[in-house]
């Protein structure tokens, strides 16, 4: 194929090069902890808002508006990288790139169940979002295709390219991942097939029109989302070599360093904060949350800045273009 024409699969060095930009240990921690923060953010706005005992949570779901947008854009940003580079990156770096879109994929959907009624009341927030988790999808499949590729070719432990997983003729190794490449094979086709699943309930749960299994949907996603961001930040624990033990020899230990960039990765956590300060100083006023189909406030003391700002609004904004409030299609 032409576009991995520049991929050299004929020769695999004895070590490979590392890569900072995408395996850092800066990098690989903010997805981490930036995941960690999501879901946590996630899981006090649903049960604290179950019971409607506690104080509005403006400055929290704000927050998590914040940390889930910065984390759905960069997972979608370091997968594209990841694609651009197939024909250089190493399926060791390409796989930590895929349990980071994982990451992604948990956080901002965490964060759909938290505020999917914010995303609801205007139509331009949700097919925004609808369009980020279709984009991030589609992504994800794909590095996904590579991946499995490259086990059942026997690359995952190679210093070749991962684009030489979908070429011909290449060579790998027999005992490439031992007695566990059909626990590999599995694996990874049920991460593809769990992705599409998710997406397919996402989807609906921001379109629906009725609020019916709401709470359930709510508890179960939430148990589901926190497993898959656990099970993405342990696997990256172990595999980088920033934290663990590298599947492949790499020639040095740039991965290890903290430089700019790392601390960069990092302090771009902070930007989100910025916003909890102004709405906690007043510069800035944000509608509350809408409890149910009525369109009320689930807050009795929000009542004041509910009556100026939300009058009028609907808890499920129908795009100018087809359906309703009530049908996904009829006006």
Same mark, same amino acid.
């Given at each position: 194929? $032409?576009?991995?024409?520049?991929?050299?699969?004929?020769?695999?060095?004895?070590?490979?090069?590392?890569?900072?930009?995408?395996?850092?240990?800066?990098?690989?921690?903010?997805?981490?902890?930036?995941?960690?923060?999501?879901?946590?953010?996630?899981?006090?706005?649903?049960?604290?808002?179950?019971?409607? %005992?506690?104080?509005?949570?403006?400055?929290?779901?704000?927050?998590?508006?914040?940390?889930?947008?910065?984390?759905?854009?960069?997972?979608?940003?370091?997968?594209?990288?990841?694609? $651009?580079?197939? !024909?250089?990156?190493?399926?060791?770096?390409?796989?930590?790139?895929?349990?980071?879109?994982? *990451?992604?994929?948990?956080?901002?959907?965490?964060?759909?169940?938290?505020?999917?009624?914010?995303?609801? %009341?205007?139509? &331009?927030?949700?097919?925004?979002?609808?369009?980020? *988790?279709?984009?991030?999808?589609?992504?994800?499949?794909?590095?996904?295709? #590579?991946?499995?590729?490259?086990?059942?070719?026997?690359?995952?432990?190679?210093?070749?390219?991962?684009?030489?997983?979908?070429?011909?003729?290449?060579?790998?190794?027999?005992?490439?991942?031992?007695?566990?490449?059909?626990?590999?094979?599995?694996?990874?086709?049920?991460?593809?097939?769990?992705?599409?699943?998710?997406?397919?309930?996402?989807?609906?749960?921001?379109?629906?029109?009725?609020?019916? #299994?709401?709470?359930?949907?709510?508890?179960?996603?939430?148990?589901?989302?926190?497993?898959?961001?656990?099970?993405?930040? &342990?696997? &990256?624990?172990?595999?980088?070599?920033?934290?663990?033990?590298?599947?492949?020899?790499?020639?040095?230990?740039?991965?290890?360093?903290?430089?700019?960039?790392?601390?960069?990765?990092?302090?771009?956590?902070?930007?989100?904060?910025?916003?909890?300060?102004?709405?906690?100083?007043?510069?800035?006023? &944000?509608?509350?949350?809408?409890?149910?189909?009525?369109?009320?406030?689930?807050?009795?003391?929000?009542?004041?800045?509910?009556?100026?700002?939300?009058?009028?609004?609907?808890?499920?904004?129908? !795009?100018?273009?087809?359906?309703?409030?009530?049908?996904?299609?009829?006006?």
């Amino acid at each position: 194929m $032409a576009i991995f024409a520049n991929a050299n699969c004929t020769y695999a060095p004895a070590e490979g090069a590392s890569d900072a930009g995408v395996a850092g240990a800066g990098v690989l921690l903010s997805f981490m902890m930036t995941a960690f923060v999501g879901i946590s953010l996630s899981a006090s706005i649903i049960f604290s808002e179950r019971g409607h %005992r506690t104080s509005p949570s403006t400055i929290r779901r704000k927050l998590l508006n914040g940390y889930s947008d910065q984390q759905l854009i960069t997972g979608i940003g370091i997968q594209s990288v990841g694609l $651009a580079k197939i !024909n250089t990156m190493l399926p060791y770096h390409f796989f930590l790139i895929w349990m980071l879109g994982l *990451m992604s994929t948990a956080t901002h959907n965490a964060t759909l169940l938290a505020l999917v009624r914010d995303f609801r %009341r205007d139509w &331009v927030l949700r097919w925004l979002r609808q369009f980020l *988790m279709f984009v991030n999808l589609a992504l994800s499949c794909i590095c996904g295709v #590579f991946i499995l590729r490259a086990v059942t070719e026997g690359l995952t432990r190679t210093t070749l390219p991962i684009a030489c997983a979908l070429q011909d003729g290449v060579e790998g190794d027999e005992e490439d991942g031992g007695e566990n490449v059909g626990l590999a094979f599995a694996g990874t086709i049920a991460v593809i097939a769990g992705n599409c699943v998710v997406f397919f309930f996402a989807t609906w749960y921001l379109h629906a029109r009725s609020q019916r #299994f709401y709470k359930i949907v709510q508890m179960v996603g939430l148990v589901v989302m926190f497993g898959i961001a656990v099970g993405a930040s &342990v696997r &990256v624990g172990l595999l980088s070599q920033a934290f663990g033990t590298p599947s492949v020899p790499l020639a040095d230990e740039g991965e290890k360093e903290w430089s700019f960039g790392q601390l960069l990765s990092l302090l771009m956590l902070l930007l989100p904060l910025v916003s909890v300060v102004e709405i906690s100083r007043g510069d800035v006023k &944000v509608a509350p949350p809408v409890a149910d189909e009525k369109g009320g406030s689930i807050f009795e003391g929000a009542q004041e800045l509910g009556n100026t700002v939300t009058s009028g609004r609907e808890s499920f904004q129908p !795009n100018p273009f087809f359906g309703s409030q009530t049908n996904l299609f009829k006006r």
